[in-house]
């Protein structure tokens, strides 16, 4: 699995794109995605765990979830489904509460996230795309935790 990064054009903004494919039908990979028992189960990167996960998996319907770090404080994102397409489809916005992407100036930043789950044989690819992260040390840092997560849903899946 790699990451690809891109600059955009908007002001200097950066963006990143994943993928990554897993033995598992598309429909247990899109609930892994949109249910807050199986999503406290496995997101984020090894080590960290989901302590909350709140999910109003509507247009316009919020999400927000409480992601603790090893040996950390609890800290909170959250966001707003922009698209649902079940089995197919997620795009939502996404915003650290109360922190800084690095380089923001301390100002919250909020990004858009694209998920697309695409059926392969017996396995469903996941493709991720993150847009306007402020530096490209901020890109840099979530694709590394993209990476991360995806490693703990392919554990989970494998359960």
């Known amino acids: ?14 963006g990143l794109s ?6 598992a039908d598309v429909d247990r990979v899109f609930r892994a995605w949109t249910e807050p028992e199986i999503l406290k189960q496995w997101f984020g990167p090894d080590g960290f765990f989901l302590a909350t996960a709140e999910v109003d998996l509507r247009i316009g319907g919020a999400y927000r979830f409480g992601m603790q ?4 404080e609890v800290f909170y994102q959250y966001g707003v489904y922009r698209e649902i397409e079940p089995g197919s489809k997620l795009v939502f916005t996404w915003v650290l509460e109360g922190q800084a992407c690095a ?9 858009l996230v694209t998920l697309i789950f695409r059926a392969v044989g017996d396995a469903t690819e996941v493709i ?8 490209a040390v901020s890109r840099d840092g979530h694709g590394k935790g993209w990476q991360g997560s995806l490693e703990c849903l392919q554990q989970w899946l494998l359960k």
């Open 1 to 14: 699995m790699s990451v690809d990064t891109v600059e955009t054009p908007e002001a200097h903004l950066f």
């Open 18 to 23: 994943t993928r990554r494919t897993f033995k």
């Open 69 to 72: 770090p090893p040996g950390g």
């Open 103 to 111: 380089g923001a100036d301390n100002q919250d930043s909020e990004t």
């Open 128 to 135: 991720i795309s993150r847009d306007a992260l402020p530096t």
